[in-house]
């Protein structure tokens, strides 16, 4: 049980493109969701706490304009990188509340070239 | 509790040996502590977790011990496998932390060597 999922597992875009990441969870329903960046060899770096039904909350210095988080249904939130720039690539990862845990998903790996 | 950003430690342990991978956190609020494993170009895979109201707690081959008065985790492998070897976070959640926020350490990587 408390499977996530993401799609893509991996993007490559242009610079000045948008993406989207999407983030399920399989076989629970999860009121929230987390998203996640990670730096090769560093710990996640919380971006956002996205909560069904009302607005993502983000964390100090993440642009809401530039990472738009849509909590939807009470098992998808989507992540979407709008006008990507290289320093936007980065392995991004989201997580989904069960009870008091948090489960990932896979991650994806976005490259902007 | 170790600080997001800073070198990831290396723990390296032959294969057979046990492994204990220590986390120092940061809340003495915190009631809630998971451990994470995290293999290259993955997410973080749940392996265990432990209570405030606990000091051990004891799972497939892994055990985690925690001990509030110095604020310390531990995870403890028994048997390292090759398969054991990825990057190994803590997490910590205090009661007064909304919508289930955690943090995490900056992670500890474990080398299984032959």
């Known amino acids: 049980g408390a499977v996530v999922s993401q799609h893509p597992s991996r993007v490559i875009c242009k610079s000045g493109t948008s993406v989207k990441i999407e983030c399920r969870s399989l076989?629970?329903?999860?009121?929230?969701m987390f998203w996640y960046r990670q730096f090769p060899k560093k710990s996640l770096m919380l971006m956002a706490t996205?909560?069904?039904?009302?607005?993502?909350?983000?964390e100090q210095g993440v642009e809401k304009d530039k990472f738009l988080i849509n909590h939807a249904s009470l098992t998808l939130s989507t992540l979407t990188v709008t006008s990507a720039h290289p320093e936007d690539s980065s392995f991004y990862i989201c997580?989904?509340?069960?009870?008091?845990?948090?489960?990932f998903g896979p991650g994806t790996r976005l490259t902007v070239l | 509790g170790e600080s997001v950003g800073l070198h990831l430690p290396t723990l390296s342990v032959q294969e057979g040996d046990n492994s204990i991978i220590n986390c120092a956190y940061s809340?003495?609020?915190?009631?809630?502590f998971i451990w994470y494993k995290q293999e290259s170009g993955k997410g973080p895979q749940f392996i265990i977790d432990?209570?405030?109201?606990?000091d051990k707690r004891q799972g497939q081959r892994v055990t985690v011990l925690l001990n509030k008065t110095v604020k310390h985790l531990s995870l403890q492998i028994a048997a390292t496998q090759p398969g054991d070897s990825a990057v190994y976070f803590c997490?910590?959640?205090?009661?007064?932390?909304?919508?289930?926020?955690?943090?995490f350490g900056a992670g500890t990587q474990v080398v299984v060597t032959p």
């Open positions: 997580s989904a509340m069960s009870g008091d845990t948090q489960y």
């Open positions: 076989d629970f329903q999860a009121t929230t």
């Open positions: 996205s909560n069904e039904g009302s607005k993502a909350t983000y």
């Open positions: 809340n003495s609020a915190s009631d809630y």
């Open positions: 432990i209570r405030s109201n606990m």
């Open positions: 997490a910590e959640k205090g009661p007064a932390d909304s919508w289930g926020k955690f943090q």
